[in-house]
């Protein structure tokens, strides 16, 4: 009798496990499926991707606070009224260019991801808390520059970890929650510069913008020591103190099952192979085409001080923007990921993208339409995510190629970050530009055309070839 019972609760509350693990694993994907794997994937999640969200934040709170103490008092206390903050900007490009290739060739060579990527992160917290005592801007242009030569390594690194270890129906939405821990970190950075200035300018006989440098500083440290144990390298050499000697050899076949070869040994032939794959610069034209037509978001704040608003205000109102690329993100990455389409959902992020930068480039448009226009911009930071999970899927059988795809895109992304600005966007004439957004347009109308490109081309590849 009381067997018949047990089966009888086991019938029924199978389905209800079932429909709920089903609804909710529309949104995330580690609470349905195998539970073997869903055991896996939580602990992945726990360590490696709680870890890249908390690196990712402090990289991008790290590079763009000097934004937000532009417009807090930096400007008046340097005497920065020429083109000095794209300047800033252009230095630190120039550091990530320079270290972006070796950096990912050292960890594929010399270095595992857990040591040099934490390592480098203490190096550049260090140069931002320097920041705080810079006197004339020719400092900062000399920290800005090693704050970039060391933060070379996160996001390519980041982006190789996250494809190393996750599948195709898992990547996009990580992708997107790791790319848009940039947005919070700029809305984390918009109250706490306001904080700062609201309660400690002139605190110790330091301005609000120089505390900025050195809370930031504060905030990184931690982060970068828990990176140490919290990476786990890759599959085949992971040493991570959170896997058995079951769990790694589970690694292994699971991810070798979606096509994910272990490490290669570096060498020239290798290297060639990797930069004479089409894979790479078919991935290469949408990846950086998506990331300059919505590179608009960054001139939001100028015109907000032009319109005469507080530093509270200006440091905040651009806030919400962030929050909305987060939310489009996630979004976007999961029907991604559900769908396995990813063309579709970037070309509808380019269209939008799009609208925002016509109506940015008209400008004598009311002052709400211009705050939708800037607020509509923020959903093109929902296209990048899809692209870097397409090209991993792309790569899944060359590990050397997944290694530098990412950090090859984000050197072209960074050249054109390095000039683009100077002659597009020059602060002496914001808020207005002549034909800043005009080129954008431009920019979105090539990455549909080269998503639409690399979606043929994809199509067209032999099935068998896939992971060749």
């Known amino acids: 009798m009381a067997e018949s019972k047990d089966k009888e609760v086991s019938i029924q509350t199978e389905p209800v496990s079932a429909w709920w693990r089903k609804a909710v694993g529309l949104i995330w994907d580690s609470v349905e499926g195998d539970p073997r794997d869903r055991r896996y994937v939580q602990r992945l999640d726990t360590y490696l991707f709680s870890y890249i969200c908390l690196g990712y934040f402090i990289k991008y709170l790290d590079q763009t606070n000097y934004t937000n103490a532009f417009v807090s008092g930096m400007k008046e206390d340097l005497k920065l009224y020429g083109n000095e903050r794209n300047w800033l900007n252009t230095y630190f490009n120039i550091g990530i260019i320079i270290g972006t290739i070796p950096s990912q060739m050292i960890q594929l060579k010399y270095v595992r991801p857990s040591i040099w990527i934490p390592s480098c992160e203490i190096v550049w917290t260090a140069l931002v808390m320097a920041m705080a005592g810079a006197k004339d801007v020719k400092t900062l242009y000399v920290l800005r520059f ?107 076949e699971r991810i070798e099952k979606l096509g994910r070869k272990g490490p290669e040994k570096l060498t020239l032939r290798v290297i060639k192979g990797v930069y004479t794959n089409w894979r790479l610069w078919a991935f290469i034209l949408p990846y950086l085409m998506v990331a300059q037509a919505g590179s608009g978001t960054n001139y939001f704040n100028l015109w907000l001080k032009a319109e005469k608003y507080s530093v509270v205000h200006i440091n905040t109102l651009p806030t919400a923007g962030s929050a909305i690329s987060v939310v489009a993100a996630f979004a976007f990455g999961i029907v991604a990921d559900r769908t396995g389409h990813r063309w579709p959902a970037i070309v509808t992020i380019q269209v939008l993208v799009m609208i925002s930068n016509i109506l940015l480039s008209v400008w004598d448009i009311s002052k709400g339409a211009k705050f939708f226009a800037f607020y509509l911009s923020y959903v093109g930071a929902a296209a990048q995510p899809i692209v870097i999970g397409w090209g991993h899927e792309l790569s899944a059988g060359d590990p050397n190629l997944r290694q530098l795809l990412v950090a090859t895109g984000n050197i072209f992304t960074y050249c054109f970050s390095s000039w683009l600005p100077l002659a597009l966007f020059p602060t002496y004439d914001a808020p207005k530009y002549q034909y800043g957004y005009q080129i954008l347009i431009l920019f979105g109308g090539l990455a549909i055309i080269e998503t639409l490109l690399l979606h043929f081309l994809h199509s067209r590849r032999p099935k068998a070839q896939e992971t060749a």
């Open 146 to 252: 090693f704050v970039g030569l060391a933060e070379a390594c996160s996001f390519p690194g980041y982006a190789a970890l996250l494809g190393g270890w996750y599948g195709p129906t898992q990547l996009t939405k990580r992708v997107a929650i790791f790319e848009q821990t940039s947005a919070i970190a700029s809305m984390f950075s918009g109250y706490l510069q306001a904080a700062l200035y609201k309660g400690l300018n002139g605190r110790l006989g330091l301005a609000g913008w120089r505390w900025l440098f050195i809370f930031d500083g504060v905030i990184s440290f931690p982060i970068a020591i828990w990176g140490i144990f919290a990476i786990p390298d890759l599959p085949h050499t992971t040493k991570a103190f959170y896997w058995s000697e079951d769990d790694k050899k589970y690694g292994v």
